[in-house]
């Protein structure tokens, strides 16, 4: 079987598990990545070059850079796919594959599993049930939208992950003052109606345009919440016969169909409506979700992403048949917080549900796993409670000066 070249670009270490099955599968491994987390422990045994780029600001490259390094790469090295690993690098790959005609998501479709204004019209073209929003290109754009949709709204980066650089504005007096404060970086910004609710995400495996794996779970602590506030990260999957993962299934569905994507892994954000109990789409994005969100779908299902998105991958480029392992069944959870220690002490919260503790510095990070939702669910809310009690540490969120 023929040996194919993988190029993975990374700003963030991640991907430990997607790099060494393609490895297993036979396939050379070259890794680009940030020069400030060179010293990580990336999986070294299962990649055969790497290559390292210098940081602008956080997990920004110069893309001319990145162009010119991949030009040189390629004299050496037929490139058979670039694979991005984290949501950062999704326009990276993207504009590699564009420059060098690699297939794959080119940078017209990427847009829609990264930027939220591209994702906004696409869902709305699409009968997708979302947030109203508009652009922030025209001032008079801007004033038609808050009069006709009603405060309090929130300004989003286009292309930020999770819920980084997000502003809640709550009267029209602060909506110019907020604008005018993003300076030239207007334009990466789009304004949206606020939807207080209930937050979902849903984790799938894509194969031949086909949803081959689903998992739904629900935000604990929605991420913008902690984002702002600091706090306790949690998340707990839902049964698969609930009247919620049967709404998240046909919703995710459709947004995955509408937008394009032909195989891969997704992570797909929605919102439940508090006024009105309606699925709102929030956000999706073509790779693997964060926040070890794979560990709690591990723990349920026993389905590793990043493996079984190696697995894809390799069959697609290898033209070989590709069949998922029958998933299980368990209720799993996830909570993770900032600690004032370095190394927590985890004895107060040992018990049989627990999979693993995370292995992150000056983080408390545990998944659970049980036959019975009830039991996760009082673990969680256990843990959160010993956490605020005797570990938290909440930082100021960064905020991003105006140019």
């Given at each position: 079987?023929?040996e194919?070249?993988?190029?993975?670009i990374s700003?963030?270490?991640k991907?430990y598990?997607?790099m060494?099955?393609?490895?297993?599968?036979?396939?050379?491994?070259i890794?680009?990545?940030?020069?400030?987390?060179?010293?990580?422990?990336?999986?070294?045994?299962?990649i055969d070059?790497?290559y390292?780029?210098?940081?602008?600001e956080?997990?920004?490259?110069n893309?001319?850079?990145?162009v010119q390094g991949?030009?040189?790469?390629?004299k050496?090295?037929?490139?058979?796919?670039?694979i991005?690993?984290?949501?950062?690098?999704?326009?990276?790959a993207a504009?590699v594959?564009?420059?060098?005609?690699?297939p794959?998501?080119?940078?017209?479709?990427?847009?829609y599993?990264r930027d939220?204004?591209?994702?906004?019209?696409?869902a709305?073209?699409?009968g997708?049930?979302?947030?109203?929003?508009?652009s922030?290109?025209?001032d008079?754009?801007?004033?038609e939208?808050?009069?006709?949709?009603p405060?309090?709204?929130?300004?989003?980066p286009?292309s930020e992950?999770s819920?980084?650089?997000?502003?809640k504005?709550?009267?029209k007096?602060?909506?110019w003052p907020?604008?005018e404060?993003?300076?030239?970086?207007?334009?990466?910004y789009l304004?949206e109606?606020?939807?207080?609710?209930?937050?979902?995400?849903?984790d799938s495996?894509?194969?031949?345009?086909e949803i081959?794996f689903t998992?739904?779970?629900?935000?604990l602590?929605?991420?913008?919440?902690v984002s702002?506030e600091?706090?306790v990260f949690r998340?707990?999957t839902?049964?698969?016969?609930?009247?919620e993962?049967k709404?998240?299934?046909?919703?995710?569905?459709k947004v995955l169909?509408?937008?394009g994507?032909?195989?891969?892994?997704?992570h797909?954000?929605f919102?439940?409506?508090?006024?009105?109990?309606?699925?709102?789409f929030?956000e999706?994005s073509?790779?693997?979700?964060?926040?070890?969100i794979?560990d709690?779908?591990?723990?349920?299902s026993?389905?590793n992403?990043?493996?079984?998105?190696?697995?894809?991958?390799?069959a697609v480029?290898?033209?070989?048949?590709?069949?998922l392992?029958?998933p299980?069944?368990f209720?799993?959870?996830?909570?993770i917080?900032?600690?004032?220690e370095?190394?927590?002490?985890?004895?107060?919260?040992q018990?049989?549900e627990v999979?693993?503790f995370?292995p992150?510095?000056y983080?408390?990070g545990?998944?659970?796993?049980?036959?019975?939702?009830?039991?996760i669910?009082e673990l969680?809310?256990d843990?959160?409670?010993?956490?605020?009690?005797?570990?938290?540490n909440?930082?100021?969120p960064?905020?991003?000066?105006?140019s």
């Amino acid at each position: 079987m023929k040996e194919n070249t993988i190029v993975c670009i990374s700003c963030y270490y991640k991907g430990y598990d997607f790099m060494e099955e393609m490895k297993n599968l036979g396939n050379k491994i070259i890794l680009i990545t940030s020069e400030n987390i060179k010293e990580k422990n990336w999986p070294w045994h299962a990649i055969d070059e790497v290559y390292y780029m210098s940081e602008i600001e956080s997990s920004v490259w110069n893309l001319d850079d990145l162009v010119q390094g991949f030009s040189y790469l390629a004299k050496k090295n037929k490139i058979d796919a670039v694979i991005a690993l984290d949501d950062y690098d999704v326009e990276k790959a993207a504009l590699v594959r564009e420059v060098f005609r690699i297939p794959g998501m080119g940078q017209t479709t990427h847009r829609y599993f990264r930027d939220k204004l591209a994702m906004r019209q696409m869902a709305k073209d699409s009968g997708i049930d979302a947030p109203e929003f508009s652009s922030i290109f025209n001032d008079e754009t801007v004033n038609e939208f808050t009069d006709k949709y009603p405060a309090p709204w929130v300004l989003k980066p286009r292309s930020e992950a999770s819920a980084t650089g997000i502003i809640k504005i709550k009267s029209k007096e602060e909506i110019w003052p907020a604008i005018e404060n993003l300076g030239d970086k207007r334009h990466y910004y789009l304004l949206e109606s606020f939807k207080p609710g209930d937050v979902f995400h849903v984790d799938s495996l894509v194969y031949k345009k086909e949803i081959i794996f689903t998992s739904a779970s629900q935000y604990l602590s929605p991420p913008m919440k902690v984002s702002h506030e600091g706090g306790v990260f949690r998340t707990k999957t839902l049964g698969r016969y609930s009247e919620e993962f049967k709404a998240l299934d046909a919703a995710n569905s459709k947004v995955l169909k509408s937008f394009g994507l032909h195989h891969g892994a997704t992570h797909t954000e929605f919102i439940r409506g508090k006024e009105d109990g309606k699925w709102y789409f929030l956000e999706t994005s073509s790779r693997v979700g964060g926040a070890h969100i794979p560990d709690m779908v591990e723990a349920s299902s026993g389905i590793n992403l990043w493996r079984e998105w190696a697995k894809i991958e390799n069959a697609v480029l290898k033209g070989l048949d590709y069949q998922l392992a029958k998933p299980t069944g368990f209720s799993a959870g996830l909570i993770i917080a900032l600690a004032k220690e370095k190394s927590p002490d985890r004895e107060e919260f040992q018990c049989d549900e627990v999979v693993r503790f995370l292995p992150l510095d000056y983080h408390v990070g545990i998944v659970y796993k049980s036959d019975r939702k009830e039991r996760i669910e009082e673990l969680l809310d256990d843990a959160c409670e010993k956490i605020n009690k005797g570990h938290l540490n909440i930082l100021p969120p960064k905020s991003k000066p105006s140019s």
